[in-house]
């Protein structure tokens, strides 16, 4: 094993440079800070409608290390029928529109997960303490209330704001592994009575909700991304965080009340921002790729074909299917922020073969959830909209652009720290598949480590999805560049 002393500081130096490079903020100013100071918690408005849930079994599941917790998630009884509750954290009652707070938030617009630092978009004394979901700590939340069909279809939607309790913070590799019996129940969860039954319900619900999705033509993909693993300050190793069937409960039962969300903004005649995938420009590519891997896709843009196809290929070669997602991925485009106004059709989300989506269940780390909430809470209330449609446009451009510089900074540090790793093992021979084909240059990606570079000789008749061995030719570790040569 590899280890590179110093590079954690190393990589928060590369971080914060690249921030500052593309627009965005690494620390806060010192209004923002006095502000968050200054906050003591959640404030109410004198609000006599918010309901006491604090009684419910709710439980967080998130990554090991997560302390911004947004959401918390329970399962009720409802007559026969499944009944699921999504607790979002009330992050505007502590975050003023238009205070020092909310214009750091408004101009990062997210948080920015690097592999040496995590750059929050709100302080950490908010989102790690007084407007996250803290076990055993009462706390504002909008909830999504939902009552979900046998089929997976979502009958019934509510929302409303209540006081919520946590009673156990969660993981998603324990959880995962309890569920799929490779584990014990998780301490925190056999400490609470109940709970044990309660999961396996909320994992029924979300196993139905995405079933009905892949029957719709949801895509089932599954990417490698790496995480850097440090000892002390130095780097050790990069690892894929993969997928796995806890994430999944979580991701199903967010998809649901983000839809129900997008609905309710509809019908009360609010414009909203939605999250969007349109239909992906470059399906011809799509259906060679198909084909090469014994697939038969038509020749006009088809969900439901698409996913078909995904889920023979993972049954028939789990091993590979993470590089032909992430080929897919690719090929997609990306996702982006949108205005909707009520009542016209609004662009959907291809991947998630959804037509109403939008973008509420995280608003400690993303924006644009943050306008959503504020959305919701004035039409519960029957006041004005938070923000008028040309100002949400306006907004839905903003954030999407800011969200990609994000990506692109987190991309950065990810390739500088697979630089790093990288850098004594110049002129050794990979297996790598092409991820990116343009005229700006091609790109691949090895998978031990996983990591990404560019393709600087023997590129000619490549395209996105094609195996290739390769050399690696230069590192830099500064500029994040990993350079590779066709074997």
Same mark, same amino acid.
């Given at each position: 094993?590899?280890?590179?002393?110093?590079?954690?500081?190393?990589?928060?130096?590369?971080?914060?440079?690249?921030?500052?490079?593309?627009?965005?903020?690494?620390?806060?100013?010192?209004?923002?800070?006095?502000?968050?100071?200054?906050?003591?918690?959640?404030?109410?408005?004198?609000?006599?409608?918010?309901?006491?849930?604090?009684?419910?079994?709710?439980?967080?599941?998130?990554?090991?290390?997560?302390?911004?917790?947004?959401?918390?998630?329970?399962?009720?009884?409802?007559?026969?029928?499944?009944?699921?509750?999504?607790?979002?954290?009330?992050?505007?009652?502590?975050?003023?529109?238009?205070?020092?707070?909310?214009?750091?938030?408004?101009?990062?617009?997210?948080?920015?997960?690097?592999?040496?630092?995590?750059?929050?978009?709100?302080?950490?004394?908010?989102?790690?303490?007084?407007?996250?979901?803290?076990?055993?700590?009462?706390?504002?939340?909008?909830?999504?209330?939902?009552?979900?069909?046998?089929?997976?279809?979502?009958?019934?939607?509510?929302?409303?704001?209540?006081?919520?309790?946590?009673?156990?913070?969660?993981?998603?590799?324990?959880?995962?592994?309890?569920?799929?019996?490779?584990?014990?129940?998780?301490?925190?969860?056999?400490?609470?009575?109940?709970?044990?039954?309660?999961?396996?319900?909320?994992?029924?619900?979300?196993?139905?909700?995405?079933?009905?999705?892949?029957?719709?033509?949801?895509?089932?993909?599954?990417?490698?991304?790496?995480?850097?693993?440090?000892?002390?300050?130095?780097?050790?190793?990069?690892?894929?965080?993969?997928?796995?069937?806890?994430?999944?409960?979580?991701?199903?039962?967010?998809?649901?009340?983000?839809?129900?969300?997008?609905?309710?903004?509809?019908?009360?005649?609010?414009?909203?921002?939605?999250?969007?995938?349109?239909?992906?420009?470059?399906?011809?590519?799509?259906?060679?790729?198909?084909?090469?891997?014994?697939?038969?896709?038509?020749?006009?843009?088809?969900?439901? @074909? #698409? *996913?078909?196809?995904?889920?023979?290929?993972?049954? !028939?070669?789990?091993? +590979? &299917? %993470? =590089? /032909?997602?992430?080929?897919?991925?690719?090929?997609?485009?990306?996702?982006?922020?949108?205005?909707?106004?009520?009542?016209?059709?609004?662009?959907?989300?291809? @991947? #998630? *073969?959804?037509?109403?989506?939008?973008?509420?269940? !995280?608003?400690?780390? +993303? &924006? %644009? =959830? /943050?306008?959503?909430?504020?959305?919701?809470?004035?039409?519960?209330?029957?006041?004005?909209?938070?923000?008028?449609?040309?100002?949400?446009?306006?907004?839905?451009?903003?954030?999407?652009?800011?969200?990609?510089?994000?990506?692109?900074?987190?991309?950065?540090?990810?390739?500088?720290?697979?630089?790093?790793?990288?850098?004594?093992?110049?002129?050794?021979?990979?297996?790598?598949?092409?991820?990116?084909?343009?005229?700006?240059?091609?790109?691949?990606?090895?998978?031990?480590?996983?990591?990404?570079?560019?393709?600087?000789?023997?590129?000619?008749?490549?395209?996105?999805?094609?195996?290739?061995?390769?050399?690696?030719?230069?590192?830099?570790?500064?500029?994040?560049?990993?350079?590779?040569?066709?074997?």
């Amino acid at each position: 094993m590899y280890v590179r002393a110093n590079a954690r500081q190393r990589l928060r130096e590369i971080a914060r440079r690249a921030m500052i490079e593309r627009g965005l903020e690494p620390e806060f100013s010192p209004a923002a800070r006095a502000e968050a100071q200054a906050l003591t918690g959640q404030a109410d408005g004198g609000d006599r409608t918010i309901r006491d849930a604090r009684d419910l079994l709710w439980c967080s599941i998130d990554n090991d290390d997560s302390r911004d917790l947004d959401q918390l998630t329970v399962a009720v009884d409802a007559g026969g029928a499944s009944r699921v509750l999504v607790a979002v954290a009330d992050v505007d009652a502590g975050v003023p529109q238009g205070s020092a707070l909310d214009t750091h938030a408004s101009t990062n617009t997210t948080s920015v997960y690097t592999a040496a630092e995590v750059f929050p978009m709100l302080p950490e004394r908010l989102s790690t303490d007084l407007t996250s979901l803290n076990a055993a700590e009462n706390r504002l939340a909008l909830v999504v209330d939902m009552t979900v069909d046998a089929d997976g279809a979502v009958a019934a939607g509510e929302i409303y704001r209540a006081r919520v309790r946590n009673r156990a913070k969660l993981a998603y590799n324990a959880v995962a592994a309890w569920l799929e019996g490779h584990g014990p129940l998780p301490p925190a969860a056999a400490a609470v009575k109940g709970l044990d039954a309660n999961l396996r319900r909320q994992d029924a619900i979300a196993q139905a909700l995405k079933a009905l999705r892949h029957r719709r033509g949801s895509l089932a993909l599954s990417t490698m991304e790496a995480r850097a693993v440090f000892d002390g300050d130095a780097l050790a190793d990069l690892q894929p965080d993969e997928e796995n069937r806890a994430r999944q409960l979580i991701e199903d039962l967010m998809i649901a009340a983000n839809g129900v969300t997008a609905k309710f903004l509809d019908a009360r005649g609010v414009a909203s921002l939605r999250r969007v995938l349109r239909t992906p420009e470059r399906w011809d590519r799509i259906v060679v790729l198909a084909a090469e891997h014994g697939g038969r896709l038509p020749a006009s843009p088809d969900a439901a @074909a #698409l *996913a078909a196809f995904l889920l023979a290929r993972r049954e !028939a070669d789990p091993e +590979r &299917f %993470p =590089d /032909l997602s992430l080929a897919v991925v690719k090929l997609l485009g990306k996702g982006e922020y949108a205005l909707a106004r009520p009542g016209h059709e609004p662009a959907g989300h291809f @991947a #998630l *073969a959804v037509r109403d989506y939008t973008h509420a269940t !995280a608003p400690n780390r +993303r &924006f %644009p =959830d /943050l306008i959503t909430q504020r959305l919701v809470k004035a039409a519960l209330a029957d006041r004005a909209p938070a923000y008028e449609a040309e100002e949400l446009d306006a907004l839905a451009r903003h954030c999407s652009e800011q969200e990609d510089d994000a990506a692109k900074v987190e991309r950065q540090v990810r390739k500088s720290a697979a630089a790093l790793l990288l850098e004594h093992r110049i002129g050794e021979r990979f297996d790598a598949l092409v991820t990116g084909a343009a005229e700006k240059g091609t790109w691949v990606r090895v998978t031990r480590p996983p990591v990404e570079g560019r393709l600087v000789r023997g590129a000619d008749g490549l395209d996105v999805g094609d195996r290739v061995q390769v050399l690696l030719k230069s590192t830099d570790v500064e500029r994040g560049f990993i350079d590779f040569e066709r074997a």
